[in-house]
């Protein structure tokens, strides 16, 4: 059964950053894609990035090209996934969580049927 943990929120001023992981175990299957994803307040859920686990290609939100970056360290049985989030700002203040969906596929995209959800990490950015 596939598992996923995030860590690595917290407060920080405008302009600072966070690095957010994901743990992933569990793997049955050889290749997936995983993606994180954010809901503030009041809103619905958004697609913030996503990178392939078998073949590198990653994807991006607009609101974020230029300042998050995706990457992934894989080990025995599990992957770790990374979002770095920097020059961050009041809007990117949501819960963010992390899913993973079967693909053996070129590419990811967010709007993918993710079916193994985290339960979250808060990131606020606040001054």
């Known amino acids: 059964q596939v598992q996923l943990v995030e860590s690595g929120g917290g407060l920080v001023q405008p302009g600072g950053s966070l690095r957010l992981s994901c743990a992933a175990s569990?793997?049955?299957?050889?290749?997936?894609?995983i993606g994180w994803f954010r809901q503030a307040p009041g809103k619905e859920r958004e697609g913030v990035s996503c990178i392939n686990d078998r073949h590198g290609q990653t994807n991006y939100a607009d609101s974020v090209k230029g300042r998050f970056t995706i990457s992934r360290a894989n080990a025995k049985n599990t992957v770790t996934v990374y979002l770095q989030m920097n020059r961050l700002k009041p809007e990117d203040t949501a819960v963010y969580y992390c899913a993973a969906v079967p693909y053996s596929g070129y590419g990811c995209g967010m709007a993918m049927l993710y079916v193994t959800w985290g339960q979250g990490t808060q990131v606020t950015v606040s001054s």
């Open positions: 569990g793997f049955t299957l050889d290749y997936y894609v």
